[in-house]
């Protein structure tokens, strides 16, 4: 999304909220970021990132382009230690216990945090190898529960109608929002406990993206979700939480509703108010 | 003007369109020359009976086959010592296929054409061609029986077709006999002395065991007796009947229908048997074994031996290499040792092939096979087993030589898979390996087989390294028959680059088998192609299979 995008629709973002209800739940925090520090080799990317993000909500991030938004997500299920040269600083806790100690099973953990990237990235099998990849890595193999499993995760995902006749056919035959239906479903059929999605609908059509809100709006039933958009009405539409995110620093944290009307920072509401470029 | 026109970029693409049609050029001259060459050798030419004064005064009737013509001006002539007339520019010359070697001492010779004083095709010539001597060429005056003439004249003819068809039947069967059945006891007997010596040698070497021994090798020499009269039997059968001919000079020969592999009367023949005989000599040039110091015959056993050499090759090199990328890509810290090791790599395939071939003879054969040697197969010694060139070593060597390509295409498909792929199975919770081994690996597939194809195009067309790890001129026997335990990696076996080397220059006969090293050449040509079309499907198929993502 363009800055002249946001700029044109972000009158209509307390108006879409006044919809939402407001529950207040005891919330019991899923994953706290303790002081987080993170450095691309000497360039730092998150400064002092501290945050909660309560169970079985939608927590979305927002921020203009570079600001980390990414790097703090793919901290949560340690993607970030692929990239080379990489520091981590701080601590990250799942359920109270910190995710980068050494005595973790980082291959388990990525089981528990389930990741949907920015671009669907489908592997070049059939759709039905896509969506049992996960179970087959954990050695089940069994039809039925294969079959069940991606009968439900395809149906979880909104995806089952449409590719029911070709489970067999290559998902890269697939349109990009099927794709990227496809990816959830993939990452719903392990059943983790939390769910990040990096700008889940960015390169889709609006009503692919429609499907997608929809989707999350069903799975937080069950799954505590991490949202990256650069769409502020998307976040407004679907998430529970809004953390705004500046220069790899974390500027302000609070329900959706909260930060949308009566932001507290005045970066904050300088961009959801579009005046940033 | 004329810069704008070189601004254009018209030339430019002029010089690229040069360049790729000297290209083509020079492909379709080299496959054309063996094509057209290689093609022709197995067409029945016609007989030709000339009438020829040699320089003497003498006149002679030759007989044979025009292979060549040779044109020469008069001045070259002369300085090669032939005596031109005033009004003569050019000597002509044939070179006629005689044949007769047996009669004349060479099969091949030229004659002046202003000496030709007549030349006919008469119908009643004939082609013999035998196991021995080469072809003869002449008339057949009749057919014998134990030594005396059964047929003469016009019955003689159609009698010899059907007495050298039951000769050929009988050869084939002494040929399968000798071949497969005694030479499988053979097999066993030199298997039995091995199990003996080794037995002596363990000091394991009791009555039960002498006993034994000696029980089976009684069951093979009985087997081997009754095949032994069998043979005998044969052999009289095949002896007892001979063709009585005459050369164009008159002379007469006797040709035992033993030594005789055909006879036919290309001045006779129309077109569709001419077509037949081309046929039956193709696959007989592709099915059976060579004859007369590989000039003659077929070429199968290096048919099989070069395909064979080059699927072991492909066996040994693709896991090796693929393993040997897959660490350096995605496993070894990048920087300055695995730099050195890529540029050692790319080193290693700029090393001329005979380096290898020398490395391969000192180490895999000698230091390698010695040790397998002493270690596993004392009971043979001073005989040895793997100590000596052979199928293994040959094929392991041109693994080495083929290890870079492989190496360089699998890590340059592994660089291309794109990162999103990997930390897709990554973020489902699959560990680095099975990332590797479920997604990358089958993705990066193309490319391996991308690098395979190159290896076995360089492989199956090396000779100089071959020649010191173990091919061999003939070898008796194929790598690949009904023995235990088959497949027998320690023999020398034979190569259709080394046949052609072998034939073309360090053949007895060059003249004969120049059309044969055509042939021979285009036969690795095909086999070459074949086999790399074959790995060009594969990966076709693996492409379409895995289409990879863009970005
Ligand atoms: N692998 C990497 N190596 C070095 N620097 C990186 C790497 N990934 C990201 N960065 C840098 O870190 C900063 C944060 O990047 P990040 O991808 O988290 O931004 P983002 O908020 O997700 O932006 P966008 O909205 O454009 O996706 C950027 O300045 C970026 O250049
Ligand atoms: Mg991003």
Known sequence: MTAQHTRTHSIDVSSILQGQKNTDQPLEPCIKVENLNLFYAQKQALHGVSMEMPKKKVTAYIGPSGCGKSTLLRCINRMNDLVDNVTIEGRVLLHDENIYDKSVNVAALRRRIGMVFQKPNPFPKSIFENVTYGLRIQGINDKRILEETVENSLRGAALWDEVKDRLNDN????????????????????????????????????????????????????????????????????SDYTAFMYMGELIEMGTTSELFTNPRKKQTEDYITGRYG | MITTWFKSGTPWVWLNAAAVSACLIMVIGVLGLIVVRGVGHFWPSEIVQFTYQEEDGQIKTLIGEHVDTSITPAEMAKSTGH????????????????????????????????????????????????????NFYGRLLAVKENGTIIAEGADAWPLAQSRIEDALAVFSEIAHLEKKEVGAINYRLEQLRLEQKKLQLEKRWDAAAEQRLAVERAELEVTYKKYQAQLTELYQKIRRDSLLAQTGSGQEVQIPLAKIVRVFQPNTMGLFDKIGHYGIKLVEFLS?????????????????????MVIMMSIIVTPFGVIAAVYLREYAKQGFITRLIRIAVNNLAGVPSIVYGVFGLGFFVYILGGNIDQLFFPEAAPAPVYGTPGLLWASITLALLTLPVVIVSTEEGLARIPKSIREGSLALGATKLETLWLTVLPMASPAMMTGLILAVARAAGEVAPLMLVGVVKMAPTLPLDGNYPFLHLDRKFMHLGFHIYDVGFQSPNVEAARPLVYATSLLLVLVIVGLNLSAILIRNHLREKYRALEG
Request: hydrophobic fraction near 40%; charge should be negative; charged fraction near 25%.
């Open chain 1, 171 to 238: 998902a890269l035959g697939l349109s990009g929002g099927q794709q990227q239906r496809l990816v959830i479903a993939r990452a719903i059929a392990i059943e983790p406990e939390v769910l990040l999605l990096d700008e889940p609908a960015s390169a889709l059509d609006p009503i692919s993206t429609l499907k997608i809100e929809e989707l999350i709006n069903e799975l937080k039933e069950k799954y505590t979700i991490v949202i990256v958009t650069h769409n502020m009405q998307q976040a407004a539409r679907v």
């Open chain 2, 83 to 134: 005596i031109m007339a005033e009004d003569e520019d050019t000597l002509v010359q044939y070179l006629l296929k005689t044949g007769n070697r047996d009669v004349t001492r060479n099969d091949f010779r030229w004659i002046l054409e202003r000496n030709v004083k007549q030349h006919q095709t008469p119908p009643e010539l004939m082609v013999v061609e035998r196991r021995e001597w080469g």
């Open chain 2, 288 to 308: 059976e074994d060579p004859r007369e110091a590989n000039t003659e015959g077929g070429i199968f056993p290096a048919i099989f031996g070069t395909v064979m």
